[in-house]
């Protein structure tokens, strides 16, 4: 769920991370996704940026990645309680935003 159309995000007057984060903590709410349900849900991203933003959150601890030992290799990325809360932090802009920014 987009809080504003994607060709508004750039004058946004928040950044939460880089420009993906906030699309990551919104493909992650509900549930744990694996790489290519991310790539689905946001395909806009490359996957090279994708990678290094799935990265960047986890080292943040916004994000955990588990790895699964079967064949073919499965990865599933998640919310941490810290990117839960962050979410919260993310509601709140995008109501600003609606509010303050976007014509209706």
Known sequence: ?????????????????????AHV??????????????????PVVTPKVL??????MEREGTVTRTEYDENPPRVEYELTEQGHKLLGLLD?????????????
Request: some cysteine; proline content about 3%; charged content about 35%.
């Open 1 to 21: 769920m987009e809080c504003v159309p994607s060709d508004q995000l750039t004058s946004l007057p928040y950044r939460i991370g880089d420009k993906w984060t």
């Open 25 to 42: 903590l919104r493909a992650l709410h509900h549930d744990r996704r694996r790489f290519t349900e991310l790539r689905a849900e946001i």
């Open 51 to 56: 990678t290094e933003t799935l990265r960047a």
């Open 92 to 104: 709140l802009c995008c109501d600003w935003a609606r509010e303050n920014l976007v014509e209706t």
